[in-house]
Nanobody
Framework: QVQLVESGGGVVQPGGSLTLSCVAS????????MRWYRQAPGNEREEVAA???????QYAEAVKGRFTISSDNAKNTLYLQMNNLKPEDTAVYYC???????????????WGQGTQVTISS
């Protein structure tokens, strides 16, 4: 069974930085894409950043130039470096992997449990 566990959330002042991590454990045959989403109270969950197999990186307009997504494939770990944080970045952040657990199975989407990021002075 694949599990994703996020860490690194917290409370920071505007202009501050945080780095989120997401570690995938369990049986993993191949990873096709890794994404960060966030959901603020009263809002729908939105995609923040993605790494697509082959190295293509995508960012939401609201975070371009401030957030950087990266991964350590050997450790099945996904990161999100967040700089110049703004109050509107406050949300629960979730990681999302699209992967194949075993060679004979279909690719599936897995979610982490979420980590709270709060930007407040």
């Amino acid at each position: 069974q694949v599990q994703l566990v996020e860490s690194g959330g917290g409370v920071v002042q505007p202009g501050g930085s945080l780095t989120l991590s997401c570690v995938a454990s369990g049986t993993i045959y191949d990873i096709y894409a890794m994404r960060w989403y966030r959901q603020a109270p009263g809002n729908e969950r939105e995609e923040v950043a993605a790494i697509i197999r082959g190295g293509n990186r995508q960012y939401a307009e609201a975070v371009k130039g401030r957030f950087t997504i990266s991964s350590d494939n050997a450790k099945n770990t996904l990161y999100l470096q967040m700089n110049n944080l703004k109050p509107e970045d406050t949300a629960v952040y979730y990681c999302n992997f699209y992967l194949k657990p075993e060679a004979r199975t279909s690719a599936q989407i897995y979610w982490g449990q979420g980590t709270q990021v709060t930007i407040s002075s």
